[in-house]
């Protein structure tokens, strides 16, 4: 599948197969044989290319790591640092907003199939500009998210990240979880430096602040 293939699809999605040039490699790394399907994408596949950074948050979130955060995502806006996430919980949601209006790649992960679909103006016209892309593992039969379908979609967004950025994994939780795995996979983990992350930094998180953002931009460059 070429690109200009891609394009032509607009809004309908396209099957990428394993082993293509689009499907990203770090998926057979780190998920192994789970990992040898398909995806579904919706968008410019080159953006899988992109050293992205992934973007997570528990449903619930403190007030103080809330505003630190989005300071955080508006500088990572600024400075055009690539995205993925799954954009679902409300703190992710804000995430989103706050980077749809910038220029940066952001890559979509819904927690069900793409064949229903229906993406805000904001997200249909960075997909039609090159810059938001659309992915799912899952066939159009999935049309609901489920929580099992959420985590199975966490962990392909896990995978595909160079590092992640987790600004608050509530103890005991299913993010809190996630980040365990993600450091067995070796990922860089940051989130902010709060007492209410003190569980992130004991599992080996790095403290992110805004000035800090160059070990981010320094993955913002393509894969090979």
Not at 99 to 110: A, D, H, K
Request: charged share 25%; hydrophobic share 40%; aromatic share 6%.
């Amino acid at each position: 599948m070429t690109k200009r293939e891609a394009d032509k699809g607009s809004l309908r999605p396209i099957a990428v197969r394993w082993g293509s040039d689009f499907y990203p490699p770090q998926l057979t790394r780190f998920l192994g044989d789970d990992s040898r399907g398909q995806l579904f994408i919706i968008g410019n596949p080159a953006l899988l290319r992109h050293k992205l950074v992934g973007v997570f948050c528990s449903i619930k979130c403190p007030g103080d790591i809330i505003l630190k955060t989005f300071d955080l995502v508006r500088a990572m806006r600024e400075v055009g640092i690539p995205v993925i996430g799954g954009f679902h919980t409300p703190m992710e949601r804000e995430c989103l907003d706050i980077l749809l209006r910038g220029s940066q790649p952001i890559v979509i992960c819904p927690a069900r199939g793409l064949g229903r679909v229906r993406p805000s103006q904001k997200v249909r016209d960075g997909i039609e500009a090159g810059r938001i892309l659309l992915v799912s593992p899952f066939g159009s039969n999935y049309r609901r998210a489920t929580a099992e379908l959420a985590e199975r979609r966490n962990r392909l967004v896990a995978a595909v990240a160079s590092r992640v950025f987790i600004s608050h994994a509530a103890p005991g939780g299913k993010t809190e979880a996630l980040c365990r795995e993600m450091i067995e996979m070796g990922k860089p983990l940051f989130t902010i430096d709060a007492p209410d992350n003190a569980n992130l930094f004991a599992m080996g998180a790095r403290a992110l602040a805004v000035e800090d953002l160059s070990v981010l931009r320094e993955q913002g460059e393509r894969q090979p």
